[in-house]
């Protein structure tokens, strides 16, 4: 198992950018968790590889973007590095939330080579898929600017990164559906062919976490009243056309908050925002994320040896 340094390694960071708000991150124990297992899967007994450099080795690096993003992850980008070695320095460009252009120079780094080197594909793996996380989020959030409409995530993320890409839609300007099975009662069809009807599931769901919110999913308008009559706290409206959308949000006149999933796409999802529904859900945003294309470049630097001669 590769080894963890305990002390803290500076990193400075620079003001607030005015891009995007900064979203709340996940507990540092959290995203130690995410670097360890990470980095568990990558180094294991060790960097063979890295072994070939001097030990007393010090270079400096640079991390570009190739293309045009959402800076996203850089906690993570910092806890590995943090956990090879307490001498690595880390000086950011830019924060999370910055609108960065192709070419730009997000970080410098300097410290230990092996450090370094061990380090490059982890921390980037991080960096990148919060990045192209943020930014398809970012893109559907700009499809509906003017809109009431809200852009919500699902639980369809990568395993293991869930609190992860749950921070970088935030980070994109989306907000959250529930974290996980434990937050929020999602009623759907196999639910309500269990419980019988979509009035019984939820009564049955009251009874059982009272204060939790229930959503249901509906297929048609008759479901839709139903769970009206039932009183859900929120109502998903799944595969309804267009006109259907608009029809239900003048039947149910904002006594519920109204959100649509599936067959949601960034070409129609401003169609979508127009019929006046609170939330548009999108699984894409987590699932089918694109990394954001990076580059590191590591320089050794000279010993103090060979500054000598």
């Not at 124990?29 to 590889?49: K, P, Q």
């Not at 943090?82 to 000086?91: D, G, N, T, Y």
């Not at 959100?259 to 699932?287: M, N, P, Q």
Request: charged share 20%; glycine share 8%.
């Amino acid at each position: 198992m590769f080894a963890v340094s305990s002390a803290a390694r500076p990193s400075t960071q620079p003001p607030m950018s005015p891009d995007l708000p900064i979203a709340a991150l996940p507990s540092q124990a959290s995203i130690e968790r995410d670097v360890h297992r990470a980095l568990d899967e990558d180094v294991g007994a060790g960097d063979v590889t890295a072994d070939l450099l001097a030990p007393g080795a010090i270079a400096r690096a640079r991390v570009v973007t190739r293309e045009g993003a959402v800076l996203c992850g850089t906690a993570w980008f910092d806890a590995v590095f943090r956990a090879l070695s307490e001498s690595v320095r880390v000086e950011w460009l830019a924060n999370d939330g910055a609108h960065v252009a192709a070419g730009a120079l997000l970080c410098r780094l300097e410290g230990p080579a092996r450090a370094l080197v061990t380090g490059e594909r982890t921390a980037l793996n991080f960096l990148q898929t919060l990045s192209g996380t943020a930014t398809a989020t970012a893109t559907f959030v700009d499809a509906i600017r003017g809109t009431r409409t809200t852009i919500l995530d699902t639980r369809k993320t990568v395993p293991g990164m869930r609190l992860a890409q749950k921070y970088a839609v935030r980070v994109g300007g989306g907000a959250n559906h529930r974290i996980g099975l434990f937050d929020a009662v999602l009623i759907k069809e196999n639910h309500i062919a269990t419980a019988g009807s979509i009035s019984a599931a939820i009564a049955r769901a009251r009874t059982l976490h009272p204060g939790v919110m229930v959503e249901t999913e509906v297929e048609n308008f008759s479901e839709l009243r139903e769970a009206l009559a039932a009183g859900a706290d929120r109502i998903m409206l799944d595969e309804f056309e267009l006109h259907e959308l608009s029809q239900a949000v003048a039947e149910v006149d904002g006594r519920v908050p109204l959100e649509v999933s599936g067959s949601v796409s960034l070409d129609r999802v401003r169609a979508i925002a127009e019929t006046g529904v609170d939330f548009v859900s999108i699984g894409a945003l987590t699932k089918h994320v694109r990394a954001v294309d990076l580059s590191m470049r590591i320089e050794l630097l000279p010993t103090a040896d060979a500054a000598n001669d």
